[in-house]
């Protein structure tokens, strides 16, 4: 038996390395490929409840297997959005262009949100949108 209490033999105590190649499998899948997607839903107008939104959007992107950034979560902790928006903005383009996807969230589409869709169609980036409800929606892109 190894320290990790992994039994290399069998009860006759014959080879039997079935176990360890089923272990060694499962943790290969736990360390599956996670899509890095932007979530991008409005901020501006009820800011506090905006920010909620955009936490359950994340979490729900956590839960069907992706990682989610969501500079409208992260960036107010730390820059005022009515005297630094246009560096915000800028920020938000770069972390776009390190994601793989864009989900867009909710009916509402902001200025903000606008500029970030063209941005993730300049760059032609997979683009999904959702309901508030997180059901996926079909839009012409």
């Known amino acids: 038996m190894s320290p990790d209490g992994i039994t290399y033999t069998n009860a006759e105590g014959y080879s039997d390395p079935v176990p360890f190649r089923a272990i060694a499998n499962m943790e290969k899948a736990e360390k ?7 979530i991008c839903s409005p901020y501006s ?11 359950k959007y994340s979490r729900f992107a956590v839960d069907q297997g992706a990682i989610p950034i969501a ?3 992260l960036l107010p902790q730390y820059m005022d959005e009515k005297t630094e928006r246009d560096l915000a903005m800028q920020m938000d383009m770069i972390l776009l ?3 793989l996807e864009i989900w867009v969230f909710g009916s509402f589409i902001s200025e903000g949100m606008e500029a970030e869709i063209a941005r993730a169609k300049q760059k032609r980036m997979t683009i999904r949108y959702f309901t508030e409800d997180l059901k996926e929606e079909e839009k012409c892109s």
């Open 45 to 55: 107008g009820d800011i506090e409840g905006n920010t909620l939104k955009a936490r």
């Open 71 to 73: 500079p409208h979560l």
């Open 97 to 99: 262009a390190h994601c």
């Open 32 to 38: 599956k490929f996670r899509p890095i997607v932007y």
